[in-house]
């Protein structure tokens, strides 16, 4: 039972983590605050990298290792990192102009579709509970198109940043779809060797 009050944690924090990412993007640029924001983030990985180029050794062992990756290993983060600054951008720009119950039920969806997509692609078998939950995730997204339309005058076929919302899903969809297909299909194909 103790991942009910996990999850219950998980979505409190993301709801304040989107007050104040909302906050942030309404007084600033939506570039200028993903350019700070993952700026100060990779600082606390800078001295690991140094570290790696260097030889010192200083994460070697641990989780924070950093050994150099070959062409492939490259290739397959520059291609996450395309999927997922895809899904940064058009989210933010989503968040920065639509109500944050809107963008929070169009993020809520994502596992569903995720969901369907390891079913088409990686012929997966979800249990009834978990098609429920796929079901109430879509019938969330109806109800909110046809409230957004009445209460908030959000027509999601022809407003921009429905769509820009829709694309964040959509990339962000791809990109676990894509860490799915990288750690089933092909094992050891990240693995990363000096």
């Keep these: 039972m103790i991942w009910l009050w996990t999850s219950i944690a998980s979505a409190v924090l993301i709801g304040v983590y989107d007050i104040f990412k909302k906050d942030a993007v309404r007084r600033n640029g939506v570039l200028e605050v993903l350019l700070v924001t993952t700026g100060i983030s990779s600082l606390f990985f800078l001295p690991l990298v140094i570290s790696s180029f260097a030889g010192w050794g ?3 062992g641990t989780i924070f290792e950093m050994p150099r990756g070959t ?7 520059f291609i996450k990192a ?16 639509l109500p944050l119950t809107t963008v929070g039920i169009f993020k809520a969806s994502r596992p569903a579709f995720v969901t369907i997509g390891c079913v088409l692609l990686f012929a997966e078998r979800p249990n009834p509970v978990q098609w429920v939950g796929v079901g109430m995730a879509f019938l969330a997204l109806y109800l909110l198109s046809r409230t957004s339309r ?19 899903v959509l990339f962000g969809v791809g990109s676990a779809l894509f860490d799915k297909g990288l750690f089933s299909c092909r094992p050891g194909a990240i693995s990363i060797s000096r």
């Design 82 to 97: 395309l999927l997922v600054s895809g899904a940064w951008i058009s989210g933010i720009l989503a968040l920065k102009y």
């Design 150 to 168: 009445r209460k908030e005058n959000i027509s999601f076929r022809s407003n921009r940043w429905a769509w820009c919302m829709a694309l964040s």
């Design 58 to 60: 200083l994460g070697d």
């Design 71 to 77: 062409f492939y290993n490259h290739l397959v983060i």
